[in-house]
């Protein structure tokens, strides 16, 4: 029998050859995780923000998305090397109608749990408002049958999914998504468009109550889905031809698009409100932390837990210097002239914590570094240092930073953000040029292997101490820049949240790549929000912890190398499979293009 003959007999299959196991499994976990958004009180707290005006709240919307991703996943099927793909087709409606069908069902338990027992003492959320939302006031019966109702039906929209075209599909998730960003940006597009020519799309999009309109719901899906299908493939078409241009060309229209960046940048805030440029100034200060912790931990792999030590000294010595109620010291100099001393006394801190740690690997080094952040943390918080640092009181009335024209202050969220924009392009000059020198690779032949590196004759220890003063020097920055946007500083800012947030970032955005770790700070600061700031999605602020920790574990588990991954970084990771595909393919493995062994 020839593989064409194999092949179609493979995919020739009735409605009922459906994997029952991956259905059932995947319909239980959309079950169980239903039930867990219920509990954990998303759908209590978030149904009083309707989401399109009469017909759906965010509340509802966490639940409804979960037997849609669990019909499509059911349905989904690989394609074995050298065999045809799977024939699409009634198998992949009944998969997903299945799965879905079964995690309503899974609500449906909860619901005769809810019902049946009370546990308030230990499950706050397990309420009878709980009951109301979930069985729509209508009873257990009909509540159970209306989310079997809901779940098989938008299991069966998942599964069809995979009747559609790439094409197809592709602007059914862009129609979708464009109608949520829409309803859930309300203050975002008030901030954008009110008071001027466009102030009559917000008139048309949104109702009284700030919901999205039901015919302005309908008209963004089509529009965005339009646009979707027509420029479908379009973007591919460029990234090849751009990818086939000279390495001259290349360089100048990479420098021609950074030209229209930094215009883009010190345009923009001209024409945004001060909700977004208080966003944009604070994504700033994370970016130049994520930029220092970057070093550390993305180039010479030191996993550093207690970062947020440097951003505090910063914070602290702008304090110190600049505020007329610094208790002891009180010098009263200007910003400018505190940042070299914010510079020194990062240097210091980088090197009194780096070098008792410095021989450490592992986890000892993690919590080592864990422990050397709270106790800088509790050394600002003690009675020990209050005539110095204030104590639990800590140090009010930072002025703000004089220009000489202005004064940059927390009140003017503009005026903030290109004084944070000035330094990050310095974070990002100095990290590029770092990364790429001698000692950038020192680094990362430390993160690849230290005994090699060692080996190799790399001084490991001044190299690794190397890494732990410039990413000080580069959370200090942030930190003066804090004390002057907030006008106080406190020990609770700097506690080991705003760290863990931090590596969130880094780790999410791709280690040891510097756009990836500004685009994870701008998906996850911007969006979500610090771990005091609010970001563009404010709903979320009591579950955003929740929502960082299922995002960290999703990218570990599916794309461990980040959002926009390091090309090294994404070898070390996938080394099994690049050793694979180069022997598939002939080459030969550890070997980069247009490189030799042992050059260099």
């Not at 991956?22 to 998303?42: E, H, N, P, Q, T």
């Not at 050394?379 to 004064?407: K, Y």
């Amino acid at each position: 029998m020839t593989a064409t003959a194999l092949g179609s007999v493979t995919t020739s299959r009735s409605a009922l050859d459906v994997d029952w196991n991956r259905m059932a499994k995947w319909g239980l976990i959309g079950g169980l995780s239903m039930s867990f958004v219920s509990l954990v009180g998303m759908v209590e707290s978030l149904d009083d923000r309707v989401l399109i005006e009469g017909t759906l709240s965010l509340g509802y919307l966490f639940l409804l998305w979960v037997p849609m991703v669990m019909g499509w996943v059911a349905a989904q099927e690989t394609a074995l090397e050298g065999m045809e793909a799977p024939r699409k087709g009634l198998r992949d409606l009944v998969a997903g109608a299945g799965a879905g069908a079964i995690a309503g069902l899974g609500l449906g338990v909860l619901i005769v749990l809810l019902d049946t027992f009370s546990l308030r003492d230990t499950m706050p959320n397990w309420s009878p408002r709980l009951f109301r939302l979930l069985t729509f006031e209508s009873g257990i019966g009909g509540g159970i049958l209306r989310w079997l109702a809901i779940g098989l039906g938008l299991g069966l929209c998942g599964g069809a999914l995979h009747l559609l075209s790439s094409r197809g599909r592709r602007a059914v998730v862009n129609a979708l998504g464009w109608v949520f960003l829409i309803s859930i940006l309300v203050a975002v597009v008030d901030d954008l468009l009110d008071n001027g020519p466009f102030e009559f799309i917000i008139d048309f999009l949104y109702s009284p109550k700030l919901a999205l309109e039901r015919v302005a719901a309908v008209v963004v899906a089509l529009v965005a889905g339009g646009l979707s299908w027509v420029m479908s493939g379009r973007g591919e078409q460029i990234r090849e031809r751009l990818a086939g241009l000279d390495q001259e060309t290349q360089r100048r229209n990479s420098t021609i698009a950074l030209a229209v960046a930094a215009v883009v940048l010190v345009v923009m805030p001209m024409f945004l409100g001060s909700l977004l440029n208080e966003l944009l100034a604070n994504v700033g200060l994370f970016i130049l932390l994520a930029l220092g912790l970057n070093i550390v931990v993305g180039l010479a792999g030191i996993l550093d837990i207690g970062y947020v030590a440097f951003f505090a000294v910063g914070a602290y010595t702008t304090a110190v210097l600049t505020s007329p109620l610094s208790p002891r010291w009180s010098p009263e100099i200007g910003f400018w002239l505190a940042v070299p001393v914010v510079v020194v006394m990062a240097i210091v801190a980088g090197m009194l914590i780096g070098t008792p740690v410095i021989r450490m690997r592992g986890d000892y080094l993690a919590i080592v570094t864990l422990g050397f952040g709270e106790i800088v943390r509790v050394l600002f918080l003690s009675d020990w240092l209050q005539s110095t640092f204030g104590g639990a009181q800590g140090i009010r009335q930072i002025p703000g930073v004089e220009l000489g024209f202005a004064t940059v202050r927390g009140t003017d969220p503009k005026a903030v953000f290109y004084l944070v924009l000035v330094f990050v392009v310095f974070a990002v000059y100095l990290s590029w040029r770092l990364q790429y020198s001698r000692l950038g690779r020192a680094w990362m032949a430390i993160r690849e292997d230290e005994q090699v590196a060692e080996a190799m004759g790399i001084n490991t220890v001044t190299t690794k101490l190397f890494a732990f003063v410039v990413g000080a020097v580069l959370a200090s920055f942030s930190g003066a820049i804090f004390a002057a946007k907030v006008g106080s500083v406190f020990p609770n800012s700097f506690e080991l949240l705003v760290s863990i947030v931090i590596l969130v970032v880094v780790i999410v955005g791709g280690m040891g790549n510097i756009p990836g770790v500004i685009v994870g700070a701008v998906v996850l600061i911007g969006v979500l929000g610090g771990p005091s700031q609010p970001g563009l999605l404010q709903e979320f602020q009591d579950f955003k912890l929740l929502i960082y920790g299922v995002l960290l574990v999703f990218m570990m588990l599916q794309k461990p190398e980040g959002l926009v991954p390091s090309k090294h970084r994404a070898r070390e990771l996938h080394q099994d499979e690049f050793l694979q595909d180069a022997w598939l393919k002939g080459d030969k493995p550890g070997v980069d293009d247009g490189e030799e062994v042992g050059d260099g």
